[in-house]
DNA sequence: GATGAATGAGAGTTCATTCAT
DNA sequence: TATGAATGAACTCTCATTCAT
C-alpha cells in the first residue's frame, strides 16, 4: 500500500541517517531527502524528531525482550540459551546493521541522559538475562559464588564489545567469523581463558 | 598561577557539563558560567568546542596508555596486571566520575562518526591488551586456542559494563563493591563461570 | 439536507475554535476535527481559512446592520431605540456567546490591520448610529453641542466594555443583570453619573 | 551607552511592529531589521518574542497603574481627576501612538486567550478606577444608584472607544480635537446626553 | 588576560493549501 | 461529495564563534 510504503521508506531512511550521523547530527531534512519525501510529510506520520527516534528504539527493544523472554521459557539446554542471545546479536549486526549501530552507539550511550526512560530499559533487560543465570545456576551448570548480575555483565559486556569493533570497524561478518566470536565467548565465558 | 587557575576551572567545568548534557548539548555558556568565567576566556585558552573536548579526551587516552604500557613492560605476574587493569578504571570511577562518564558516554560513541580518530584510539588500547593477552598465553597461563584479540574484547567488555551500569545507575562504589566487582571479572574470565 | 448540514456544522465549529484560539492560532485541523469533517472539505466548502472567518465576520455585521437599519427606520421612541441596541448585544452575547467573543476580541482588533475592509465596517456602523442620534438631536430630546458622531463613540464604548469584561470573565448574563446593564448604561447616557 | 542604546532600539522597532502587524504576524526578523541589529541580538537581549512583547506590555500597565493610583491618592477635585485619566489616554496617543495601538489592539483584545493575566491585569485597572467612582459617590457627586463598576465600565468604554477610532483611521489628535473629546466625555459621563 | 555584545547559519517544527483518489 | 496524504514556505529559536574594548 502506498501509505505504509512511505512511512517504511521513513523509517528506513531514519534508521540510516541516524546510524550515520547520530541522533544529533541527524537533519529531518536529510531523512526526508533520503526517503524521498518531503520533510512535512515525516511530521504528518511521526510527529517529531524524537518520536521517530523512539519509534525505532522501542521496537529494538521489544524485540529484544521477546527473544530474551523466548530463550527464559523454553525448555531447551542452558548453554543453547546463551548461545542464542549471543547469535541475536550477531545476526542483527547482519541483517540490520543500522539498528544495531544505532543501538551500540545512540541508545547505550545516551542512556546517561535520558536516565528514567533509557536506565529502566537496561535494567529490565539485564534482569530477563539474570534469570536465566539464576536457572544456570539452579541447574547446577553455574558456579553460585558469583551473583547472577555480575554474571550478565560479564557476557552482554562480551557480546557489545564483540558488536561495537564490528561496528566502528565496519567489518563484515561471515559465517566463520561468526562462528569464531560464538566459540570464544562461550569458551571465556563458560570454562574460562586459563588453561586446564 | 592565575592563568592555571582559570584554565583548570574551564577544564573541571567542561567535565562536568559534557557528563551532563553530552558533547552535542552541551552548551559553551553552559561552561563558561560554571567556570565562573566570560566565555570569550574559553575561546581565548581553548581554541573551540571541539578542541576542549577532544583536550579532555586525549588527555583520558594518554593516561589510559600510560597505564597499559606500565602493565605491559612490568614483570609484575601476569594476573596481577589484569587486576590493575580493572582497578584503572575503577580507581577513575571513584575519583573522577565525570571522566569515565564522558569516556562511556561520549567517547566511543563519537567514536562512530569520527571513524578515523576514533576507531584508531581503541585499536591502540585494544593493542596493548592484547599485548599483554598474548604474554599470558606465552606463560602458559591462558589457553592459546583463542585470539588474544577476543580475549582481549571479552576482558574489557566486562570492565565496561560494569563502569557502564554504575555511571548510568550513579551507584557509588565501595571499597567492598569493588574487591567484588574484580573477583567476578577475573573468577569468570580466567576460571570460567562453569562448576568445576 | 446532508451539505447544509455539514457546512453548518464546520462553521460551528469554527466560531467556537476562533473563539478559543484567534484567528492566528486556529488551524484548519482543529475546525475540521471539531466538525468532524476531513480537512479537504473544509476547503471543498470554504476556499481558505481567511474565506471562512470573513463568511463569520460578515453575517454578524449584516445582522448589526439589518438590527440597526431597523431601528433607523422604525416611528418607535428614541429611548426605545437605544435600549433595543444594547439588548442586541446582550442577546446576542446570550445566544451566540462565541460570535459576540469573536467580534470583540478578533474583528476589532484585526480591523487595524485589514484597515481597508474593517475600517469601512466600523465607520457603517458609527454612521447607522450617528443617524439614529442626530434624530434623538432633532427631536429635542439630545443635547446639540455635543456632535453625534461623540455621542456614537460613548454609547458604543459603554456596551463594548460591558460586552467585553463579560466575555473576558466568562460570565453568564441573568435576565437581572441584563436589566442592570442596560440600566446602568441608559441612566448614565441619557442622565449623566452625576447627582441632580 | 552602546548596550542602552541597541536595547531600545530594539525595543523601539518592536512597538512599530507589533503595531503595524500585531503579535501574531510580526516577524522577529522584522524587528531585527528595523533595529538595524541580527536577531540574535533580539534574542541576546530578550528571550523570545513573548517576552519581548510581555515586556512592553508590562510598562505599559505599570505606568497606567501608576497614573491611575497618583490621581486616587491626589487631594485634587473628583472632576479633575477623571479629565486627568482621559488625558493620559489621548497624550499616550500623541506621544507614543504604537503603544496604544498596541494597547488597544492587541492587549485588550488578545486578553481572552491569555485570560489569567490579562484578565487580572484589566480587573487591577478596574479596580482602581472604582474606588475613584466610589470616592465620587461619597463626596455626593456621583449618583449612589450605579455601582462603582458600571460607572467605570461606561466611562472607560468611552475612553477607549474615542482612541480606538484615532488608531484605525490614524488620526492626528490636535489640541482642538482632545480638548472637545475630553468635553464630550465629561459632557455625558456628568450631566447626560439628554437636554437640561 | 578578560569581557560579553554581536553575528548569522542552521535546525526543528507548523500549518495552510493542493490534489489524486 | 469526501478524504487525508503530501507539499514546502515561513517562522522561531539556538549557539558556536568573532571581535572591539
Known sequence: MAKTDKQEMIIDAALEVFRQKGYANARMADIARRANVSYGLVYHYFGSKEVLFD????????????????????????????????????????????????????????????????????LKFFSLCEDIMLEGQ?????????????????????????????VLGKEPLTKKRQERAVNAIMGVFMDGAKTA
Request: hydrophobic content about 40%; charged content about 25%.
Open 55 to 122: 519509534l525505532i528504539v522501542e521496537k529494538w527493544w521489544s524485540e529484544l525482550y521477546a527473544m530474551m523472554n523466548r530463550e527464559k521459557e523454553s525448555n531447551g539446554v542452558f548453554r543453547e540459551k546463551l548461545i542464542h542471545i549471543i547469535q541475536f546479536f550477531l545476526d542483527t549486526y547482519v541483517q540490520r546493521p543500522n539498528l544495531i549501530s544505532i543501538f551500540v552507539s545512540e541508545v547505550c550511550r545516551s542512556s546517561v541522559y535520558h536516565t528514567q526512560e533509557g536506565l529502566s530499559r537496561f
Open 138 to 166: 539452579k541447574q547446577g551448570i553455574l558456579k553460585k559464588d558469583i551473583p547472577p548480575r555480575h554474571l550478565t555483565y560479564i557476557f552482554y559486556g562480551a557480546i557489545e564489545t564483540f558488536i561495537s569493533v564490528m
